[in-house]
């Protein structure tokens, strides 16, 4: 009778343990997974804080570390490769609107820049930043139904 419960409580400490293997693998699977959503959602935060509220700051200086502080490498792994080009779309226009920055600064000091007059390169620089948040809010939206959840 002793023998038999001894097996008993030897069986139960076996599934125990095995049931705590299982137990402690779901949850590395499931921090891993929460972890790569806390970055992927840093990066999109971050490109979003610089697409509607850092390009379009006028006090804006020029600097694009809230985008380029990622390497194409992370966030092609992060995501694919239409974010890494999503980035490079981000740093382009960044760089076109900080040019027309600059271009409306002399419209207004001189009249025109480049036969155009401020109000012309405002538009223009409104474009781009409105073309530039609308490639962004698409893109936005397929992460959050591919790669956004837990």
Same mark, same amino acid.
């Given at each position: 009778?002793?023998?038999?419960?001894?097996?008993?409580?030897?069986?139960?400490?076996?599934?125990?343990?095995?049931?705590?293997?299982?137990?402690?693998?779901?949850?590395?699977?499931?921090?891993?997974?929460?972890?790569?959503?806390?970055?992927?959602?840093?990066?999109?935060?971050?490109?979003?804080?610089?697409?509607?509220?850092?390009?379009?700051?006028?006090?804006?200086?020029?600097?694009?570390?809230?985008?380029?502080?990622?390497? /194409?490498?992370?966030?092609?792994?992060? @995501?694919?490769?239409?974010?890494? $080009?999503?980035? %490079?779309?981000? +740093?382009?226009?960044?760089?076109?609107?900080?040019?027309?920055?600059?271009?409306?600064?002399?419209?207004?000091?001189?009249?025109?820049?480049?036969?155009?007059?401020?109000?012309?390169?405002?538009?223009?620089?409104?474009?781009? /930043?409105?073309?530039?948040?609308?490639? @962004?809010?698409?893109?936005?939206? $397929?992460?959050? %139904?591919?790669? +956004?959840?837990?």
């Amino acid at each position: 009778m002793y023998n038999c419960f001894l097996m008993i409580f030897t069986a139960m400490s076996g599934v125990g343990a095995v049931t705590g293997v299982i137990a402690a693998i779901c949850i590395f699977f499931r921090q891993k997974k929460i972890a790569l959503f806390e970055r992927r959602m840093k990066i999109l935060n971050d490109f979003e804080q610089f697409v509607f509220v850092v390009l379009r700051d006028w006090d804006w200086d020029g600097s694009t570390t809230l985008v380029s502080k990622y390497s /194409e490498q992370e966030v092609s792994l992060l @995501f694919n490769e239409e974010y890494s $080009e999503l980035q %490079k779309d981000i +740093l382009e226009v960044a760089k076109k609107c900080n040019d027309l920055n600059g271009d409306i600064d002399h419209a207004k000091r001189h009249g025109t820049c480049n036969n155009k007059t401020e109000d012309e390169l405002q538009k223009e620089k409104n474009n781009y /930043e409105e073309a530039l948040g609308g490639r @962004f809010t698409q893109k936005r939206g $397929e992460a959050y %139904k591919k790669w +956004l959840k837990i």
